[in-house]
């Protein structure tokens, strides 16, 4: 192997050292070509598990790793609704695909692994209440409780009103966010109108 491909197979591993998963843009904007990444995986050092992006092969998988691989593929995407929900614990509810908000005019991307559902929310929405969460090195952007919640009550026809109620039962009973702040998050999500006579029957004799 000449000594730039031995440099840039070293780079490359260096990399993978700190980071669970990389995309391809990435690797090329630090100078690793396609073809040290190629042998890389063909000889079981990485792992490549979607179009453009690598894992370590040896890696250890975290639980909401699918959450950053959707990260990955979707860089101005953030984290929303039932994906958001069972992320912060309040639904029992797996959702097959990885829900992800973006802007009305976004590229949306086309089906690979994470599958995804793309939702479309205006500018008032999208920046609302985003928290980052590091997962497997990534830095994922996903909603807060209150902003989810609010988002869960807002759109009925995206998410049945029975799994927005499920969620905002949890969240009050396991103390993860206060009436006050979910009722907060509800008036600037759009939502308070709908949530209000749940949230009061939830905490009448809190």
């Known amino acids: 192997m000449p000594p ?11 990399l993978f050292a700190g980071q669970t998963m990389m995309r391809a ?3 090329r904007s630090v100078g ?13 050092e ?7 992006l690598y894992q370590r092969r040896d890696a250890d998988i975290d639980e909401y790793q699918i959450l950053a691989a ?11 609704l ?5 992320f912060h614990g309040l639904t029992d509810q797996m959702p097959r695909k ?14 690979s692994y994470p599958p995804l559902r793309i939702v479309r929310f205006t500018d008032r929405y999208l920046r609302e209440g985003i928290e980052h969460h590091a997962i497997a090195g990534i830095d994922v952007p996903i909603y807060s409780i209150p902003k989810t919640l609010a988002d869960a009550f807002r759109n009925p026809k995206l998410m049945d009103r029975s799994v927005a109620i499920e969620g905002l039962r949890a969240a009050i009973e396991q103390r993860k966010a206060t009436p006050s702040a979910i009722a907060e998050g509800a008036k600037a999500g759009g939502a308070w109108k709908i949530m209000r006579p749940y949230l009061e029957a939830l905490t009448a004799n809190g």
Not at 33 to 38: D, F, H, K, N, S
Not at 46 to 52: A, D, F, N
Not at 98 to 111: E, F, K, L, R, T
Request: glycine share 8%.
């Open 4 to 14: 730039e491909s031995v440099s840039q197979r070293s780079k490359l591993l260096d």
């Open 32 to 44: 690793i070509g396609p073809q040290t990444i190629a042998r890389a995986v063909e000889d079981g």
């Open 98 to 111: 990885i829900w992800m908000a973006i802007g009305p005019s976004d590229w949306s991307p086309v089906q």
């Open 25 to 27: 843009s990435e690797l």
């Open 82 to 86: 039932t994906s958001a929900l069972a």
């Open 46 to 52: 990485l792992e490549r598990i979607s179009r453009g």
């Open 70 to 80: 959707a990260a990955t593929r979707v860089p101005k995407g953030v984290i929303a």
